[in-house]
């Protein structure tokens, strides 16, 4: 070829000279790995050192990022007469066209003529047929002594050739011709392979299967063989060859070798045009025509096997017919690790005792990427049981506009209330972005509602027990009258941090778990993210810490004494829930047995949602739902009833000097408390005084304690007539 080029060239004074360096092996197929390496170091050096390059066509992806994108300077028609063959898949790296294809091989089933003439046969067109042939002539030749024969070599080797053999079977399984290869885990590919072992053990042996393209030219010899797989080569003359046989007739397969021409992105402008007018001469159709005819080199180009010239030489219909694949060189980037692979797991079934469908698992595996999918039991599960329990919650909120339920929800604000199980909601909905394909957008989404959710879950309860603080102060008077204001800027600074993961992005690796099927999990790999990911979980801790102090503070504080019990179980549960799942994160049970990770993950995740919202609100309602009305509970409401048609028509401004903080008994009701004594509760003057007496850390405490043993938070006007008509709120739920 690259003399043709240099004849061209002088005779129209192009003066260009192609200058060759070969890289020898008598068959390189069958030394792919050594061929690949030494051209992959030759590329990766991104050196202007060669300008055209001769390249196996299993390559196109690893070559391909190294390699011109070829239209952008040769014009397009000169690729139409290649874009009906094999080319666009042996060529092409992405949308680049890498490369044009200088010469293909193909596998053809040569047949022994003397054989299928002495027991007067035909050349088989199925794989059943061959195996029906090849037992009788076998058990016909062996009445005569002739133990020599070969039926079918089959080339299953551990080399390259033996992938290829795999290959181009399973492809002829397939369903029509012109459907595409096969699933792996389809009946077709388990059968394709069930019937390769039943020719190895019936007809042929382990022995004869896996020798190489020696043993099969020695048979080519010995004419001691009744079919053999072999590739395209016209000095065999001696016999004649056939299309493959298939699953059914008319359906065939065969694996294309040979190689392809590419061009070097790294070199300078004048080389580049001299090399495109080398790779137009070399790719042409003429030269291609007078490569078929003088070489007898099999062509890409199909149109070639239409010219009465080639035809007059070859038989261009077995040309014209055969049924093309390539190998699949597009799975993933390292094909000579898929190659090895492919070959080995199959072969785990042909010599070894594994079953078809392990081992066409374990191949699919290879590249499958797994997910928690809603086709999946674990998927529609989860996904089901979310749904479920978020209408559950959202649609029990309706119960607060019946005064029997929202008498008795008195802890938290309708508002406070309705936020807290909203957020709920949200965290528990954040394991959907589990299910399906993981994406670095859904790890995003996942933890911007993990951060929001539980936020508005959490908050609303801070926001009330700040509220509720013994001591009159002008945060606790101020968080009251701004609720939604006080909820906000802990939103907002959720959303904050949040938003800023995006400037360091999730990954999504791809992790083998311990049955090697694969999957996608996102990965924090950037030293920000993990800073910020610290950042997010002390700004909850922090909020935690505070909700555990108020509690301590409140806790004697007899209207809301229940509350804070079951507060306080709820946040134990949480606690206990992020503790488990820094476990599972240390076990590193996630890259092993994800499945199971995420199962224990959901549960967690349901266990937080569901228990804070059946301690801030759910018992409650049960309890309201089942309990009928008793006379305290009558006298209660009515009471309600009465003060607060007292309290509408008061002057707020007339209350005396000594009144101390506002705090809620009952939606929306304030009391002033001015004779605090009544029910032990620790006035301003006695709170000063106990200042007075301690400082420090000593005094702190004491002023703690002393918030930690009040008792009450109503007013002493009413105190009297409260106490002896009422019962706390701890006695009413019980």
Not at 227 to 238: D, G, H, L, N, R
Not at 371 to 381: E, K
Request: proline share 2%; glycine share 4%.
């Amino acid at each position: 070829m690259a003399n043709e080029f240099n004849k061209y060239s002088i005779k129209n004074q192009l003066n260009i000279t192609i200058e060759v360096n070969y890289f020898s092996r008598l068959n390189s197929t069958g030394y792919v790995d050594d061929y690949a390496t030494m051209l992959e170091i030759l590329v990766k050096q991104k050196k202007p050192k060669y300008d055209l390059y001769f390249y196996d066509n299993v390559f196109s992806i690893k070559y391909g990022p190294y390699l011109e994108d070829l239209r952008k300077w040769i014009p397009s028609e000169h690729f139409e007469i290649y874009e009906s063959g094999i080319a666009p898949k042996s060529c092409v790296y992405g949308k680049k066209w890498v490369g044009l294809p200088i010469n293909i091989d193909i596998t053809f089933l040569y047949y022994n003529h003397n054989f299928l003439n002495k027991y007067n046969k035909r050349v088989p067109t199925t794989w059943n047929e061959l195996f029906e042939t090849g037992k009788y002539i076998l058990e016909e030749e062996k009445k005569l002594n002739n133990t020599e024969i070969v039926i079918y070599n089959g080339l299953f080797s551990r080399a390259e050739i033996g992938t290829c053999s795999l290959y181009e079977f399973i492809y002829s399984y397939r369903d029509s011709v012109d459907s595409s290869f096969p699933e792996l885990q389809s009946e077709e590919s388990k059968n394709a392979i069930e019937m390769i072992k039943k020719i190895k053990d019936e007809l042929s042996s382990n022995e004869i299967f896996q020798s190489n393209e020696m043993f099969t030219g020695s048979k080519f010899s010995s004419n001691q063989f009744l079919f053999q797989k072999f590739w395209y080569f016209p000095s065999i003359t001696a016999y004649k060859f056939a299309l493959l046989p298939g699953r059914k007739e008319g359906i065939s397969g065969s694996v294309i070798g040979g190689y392809n021409l590419g061009m070097s992105k790294y070199i300078n402008e004048e080389r580049r045009n001299a090399a495109i007018t080398a790779f137009k001469f070399l790719t042409s159709k003429e030269l291609q025509k007078k490569m078929v005819l003088e070489n007898n080199v099999i062509s890409a180009i199909p149109s070639l096997y239409e010219d009465d010239d080639v035809c007059s030489f070859l038989d261009c219909d077995i040309f014209k017919n055969t049924q093309l694949t390539n190998r699949p060189t597009n799975k993933i980037s390292d094909y000579d690790e898929y190659s090895k692979k492919f070959r080995e797991y199959i072969y785990d079934y042909l010599y070894g005792n594994k079953t078809s469908t392990e081992v066409l698992k374990s191949i699919d595996d290879i590249t499958r990427i797994y997910s928690i999918s809603f086709d999946s039991f674990l998927g529609v599960f989860v996904f089901s049981l979310t749904i479920f329990f978020s209408l559950i919650m959202l649609s029990s909120l309706l119960y607060l506009k019946v005064e029997k339920f929202s008498f008795r929800l008195n802890f938290l604000s309708k508002s406070l209330l309705i936020l807290s199980v909203i957020g709920g909601c949200i965290f528990l909905n954040s394991l959907n972005t589990e299910i399906g394909e993981i994406k670095k957008i859904r790890c995003h989404i996942e933890l911007i509602m993990l951060c929001i959710g539980e936020t508005l879950n959490i908050v609303p309860v801070l926001c009330q027990l700040m509220i509720n603080f013994p001591e009159e102060n002008k945060y606790s008077r101020w968080i009251s009258n701004h609720k939604f204001i006080f909820v906000s800027i802990f939103v907002i600074l959720s959303i904050i941090e949040s938003v800023l993961m995006f400037i360091k992005p999730y990954n999504v690796k791809k992790y083998r778990i311990s049955n090697g099927e694969l999957y996608r999990i996102c990965e924090i790999d950037s030293n920000f993210g993990k800073v910020l990911i610290f950042m997010i979980i002390l700004n909850k801790s922090f909020v935690y810490l505070c909700l555990g102090f108020l509690i301590f503070v409140e806790w004697s504080i007899k209207e809301t004494s229940t509350d804070l019990k079951f507060l306080l179980s709820a946040i134990a549960i949480d606690i206990l829930c992020l503790l488990i799942h820094v476990g599972l994160k240390f076990t590193n049970l996630k890259n092993k047995y994800y499945n199971i990770y995420f199962a224990v993950y959901s549960a967690l995740i349901f266990i937080y949602s569901f228990s804070n919202y059946m301690f801030l609100y759910g018992l409650k309602y049960f309890i309201c739902f089942i309990k009928i009305d008793n006379e305290n509970e009558i006298i209660i409401k009515n009471m309600y009833k009465q003060y607060n048609n007292k309290s509408n028509a008061q002057n707020l401004n007339t209350q005396t000097s000594q009144s101390t903080p506002n705090t809620q008994f009952g939606p929306g009701t304030q009391f002033s408390q001015t004779s605090p004594s009544e029910f032990g509760v620790i006035s301003n003057d006695s709170l000063s005084s106990n200042k007075s007496k301690g400082s420090g850390l000593h005094g702190i405490s004491k002023k703690i304690m002393a918030y930690h043993n009040q008792e009450s938070l109503t007013d002493s006007n009413t105190s009297m007539n409260v106490k002896k008509s009422t019962l706390s709120n701890s006695q009413i739920y019980n």
